[in-house]
């Protein structure tokens, strides 16, 4: 049981003499720079893993070759029958256990949960099975089917059989206080007492609790709220804490839960959300059975290496065209700059990307040379406050500039930006570092995905939005990223473009 309701929270910091930089500030947004990840999971875990793999290798093994063995005298192989008895097996067996490992059957938050499980191992059996019959197709090596309905329908039940054997053992295992994971339970007094005994009355769900901590209310200041996440993180530490349960009750803030779930990210901790914040996860939430209780899991937003290859895809294919597409209207908008004003075609500018990194953004020249240092007075007198700077008629902006800003001709040397990596088609828009100079500790989020050429926020109004609202759309978009959205904020850029709704 958890030992202590930790109510006290340290309140003192260092402060350094020494800016961050806006790395560490990203970092610290989302997570102490400090505090390294935990395979904590991994290490108790793994050993049960790996029996399975090598149990499930075994059953394989026994349907492949009893599979063989009743089809080699029901049918003929039109290909060699030395590779028939020798290859076909070892090839075939390989690829059932890659796609029992690419599919999640061996995720360690699914083993010893039962239909999880289960349902992964047949969908890996059925892509093997869609897999094997396309390569029989288009080598045209007639694999037998008997050998396939014998070998793969014999191989999910013994696989199921096994898995149910090692669960029934890992249920006394758990009971005995062994392979159970450290986990931290977050709410009220009375939600996290509840809760607690909950999960250590019934083992088998895999969670000792260590510790309880009070949940934050919504009077807690934004400098309390972060001493409140340091504290958790010192917790998280001193246990090795794999997971953490969160019981919120009625009134649960949601900027706390947002906070730490970003604060846990990259770090092998499950966050578990009780249904009474079902409202904050939207798509990213799944059901994780624990102990009988419908917990929620919230998964990170941030993009798996799939994801990321398809967004880079989508942005060398993107705007290698649009190079192409677009040099004569660079190039004429370039002489037009070239010829109408004093200064460089192009304006350089140092702005943040993703993760805090800075990088060189390229557009074309707007407004009157060397006019940057005016902006700290343009904000005094029309009294600006937001981190982002934009003024309905800047007086700093060229005839010429307007022209190009309304048609957004002015952002097309980006594309470069996009081809090189530093910027994505799509994305929050990057900011100068002044502006960056004036992010509250929310507005770090932006900073998870690479910026962007467009965004959320520009197909919904571009310049006509507050920043308090360009700021939700833009998270909005990190929280829930996908090729589709990309795809789709792209057609509506060209509409809003065309329209110059909101343009400045």
């Known amino acids: 049981m958890g030992e202590v309701l930790s109510e006290q929270i340290d309140q003192g910091h260092v402060e350094s003499s020494e800016p961050l930089s806006y790395q560490q500030r990203y970092r610290s947004s989302v997570g102490s720079a400090d505090t390294t990840s935990t395979d904590e999971s991994v290490r108790v875990m793994s050993p049960f893993r790996n029996r399975l793999i090598v149990t499930d290798s075994i059953m394989i093994g026994t349907s492949l070759g009893l599979g063989l063995l009743i089809s080699s005298r029901a049918s003929t192989w ?5 590779f028939a008895i020798y290859g076909t097996p070892v090839v075939i067996g390989l690829l059932w256990l890659a796609l029992l490992l690419i599919r999640g059957s061996y995720d360690l938050r699914v083993i010893g949960l039962g239909t999880q499980e289960v349902r992964r191992a047949v969908s890996a059996t059925l892509v093997l099975f869609a897999t094997v019959a396309g390569l029989s197709y288009l080598i045209r090596a007639d694999i037998s089917r008997a050998y396939a309905f014998i070998s793969l329908p014999l191989g999910i039940l013994l696989i199921g059989f096994s898995r149910f054997g090692w669960r029934q053992w890992l249920y006394r295992q758990r009971g005995t206080g062994k392979f159970l994971s450290n986990i931290i339970v977050i709410g009220s007094p009375t939600t996290s007492q509840r809760l607690t005994d909950k999960l250590n009355q019934e083992s088998y769900a895999g969670f000792h609790v260590v510790d309880q901590v009070r949940l934050p209310t919504y009077q807690e200041s934004e400098s309390e709220l972060i001493s409140w996440l340091e504290h958790v993180d010192r917790i998280i530490k001193k246990h090795s804490a794999s997971a953490i349960a969160i019981d919120p009750g009625d009134d649960a803030p949601y900027e706390v839960i947002r906070q730490l ?16 914040a079902l409202d904050v996860a939207g798509p990213r939430l799944s059901v994780r059975p624990a102990a009988g209780l419908p917990l929620l899991h919230l998964d990170e937003a941030v993009l798996s290496q799939s994801q990321r290859a398809s967004k880079r895809t989508l942005d ?5 065209v649009a190079i192409i597409l677009l040099s004569p209207v660079m190039l004429i908008s370039a002489l037009t700059v070239r010829f109408t004003s004093r200064g460089p075609v192009i304006y350089k500018q140092q702005r943040v ?23 700290e007075d343009l ?5 600006l406050r937001d981190p982002m700077f934009k003024l309905p008629n800047d007086p700093r902006i060229t005839k010429v500039g307007g022209f190009l800003r309304r048609w957004s001709l002015d952002e097309t040397p980006q594309l470069f930006n996009v081809l090189g990596g530093s910027m994505s088609l799509v994305g929050p828009r990057p900011h100068p570092l002044d502006d960056v100079d004036r992010y509250q500790t929310e507005a770090f989020r932006r900073l998870a995905l690479k910026p962007g050429m467009t965004g959320l926020w520009q197909v919904e109004g571009r310049s006509d939005l507050a920043w308090d609202q360009a700021l939700q759309l ?9 090729l589709e959205s990309d795809v789709y904020l792209l057609a ?11 343009a400045a």
């Open 78 to 82: 039109a290909i060699d029958p030395t």
């Open 316 to 320: 060398l294919v993107g705007s290698l």
């Open 474 to 482: 833009d998270l909005h978009y990190v929280e829930k990223w996908s």
């Open 353 to 375: 990307g993703r993760a805090g990194e800075t990088f060189t953004m390229f557009k074309l020249r707007t407004m009157r040379n060397n006019t940057d240092q005016l902006i």
């Open 261 to 276: 779930s970003w604060r846990l990210e990259g770090r092998n901790i499950d966050l578990l959300i009780s249904p009474g």
């Open 379 to 383: 904000r005094k007198e029309h009294e």
């Open 492 to 502: 509506r850029t060209a509409r809003a473009v065309l329209q110059r709704s909101g």
